[in-house]
């Protein structure tokens, strides 16, 4: 039951966007976190899945096939040159990959840098210590092996995250 109501609670927060995702969780805002990216405007998408503006960092949890589950996770950070990111094909076809062979995926809408380099690390060593269990939020996903990849900016954050971060994958 209370696997449940978490889950009844993250989607009833979630975001409206739907990538076929088990779980949608608000990491922070720029109200929130620690720092802000300044950005104030709304997010757009000019392009289908090529979302700009990001002031809010949100995981998007593809769980495990539970025939092959592993007990490991994943933070994948998409792309886009920190000025959007290409959330479909860098981001949740990566994660529905990942989940179908057995690891937990979180998908990781981080906010874009706008001149303060800090804050999509900030977001991914949040969503590190989501998915590791320990700061609340993602109840049923969490693991106790938490990898991290992405492609072009987001492989560049993961690498940072890797090296730079206090919470490291692990």
């Known amino acids: 039951l209370p696997l449940i109501a978490t889950l009844l609670l993250m989607t009833a927060t979630a975001s409206a966007q739907d990538y076929g995702q088990t779980a949608t969780l608000k990491i922070w805002d720029n109200t929130t976190a620690p ?3 300044g950005i104030t405007t709304p997010e757009t998408e000019k392009e289908p899945n ?3 503006n990001t002031s809010e960092a949100t995981l998007y949890i593809f769980p495990a096939d539970p025939a092959k589950a592993t007990g490991q996770a994943v933070v994948i950070c998409p792309g886009g040159g920190y000025v959007k990111l290409c959330i479909d094909y860098e981001g949740y ?10 690891i937990t995926a979180a998908v990781l809408k981080y906010r874009m ?7 999509p690390l900030e977001d991914v060593e949040q969503a590190l210590r989501i998915m ?11 693991a106790g092996k ?8 987001g492989g560049h954050l993961a ?4 090296t730079l971060a206090r919470t490291k994958p692990a």
Not at 132 to 142: H, P, R, V, Y
Not at 146 to 152: K, P
Not at 159 to 162: D, E, L, N, V, Y
């Open 113 to 119: 840098p706008n001149g303060h380099p800090e804050v």
């Open 132 to 142: 590791m269990g320990l700061e609340a939020g993602a109840t049923g996903f969490t």
């Open 50 to 52: 090529r979302v700009r």
């Open 146 to 153: 938490v990898g991290i990849v992405g492609s072009s900016a």
């Open 93 to 102: 076809d990566m994660a529905k990959w990942f989940a179908a062979n057995g």
């Open 35 to 37: 720092h802000s990216n």
């Open 159 to 162: 690498a940072s995250a890797s």
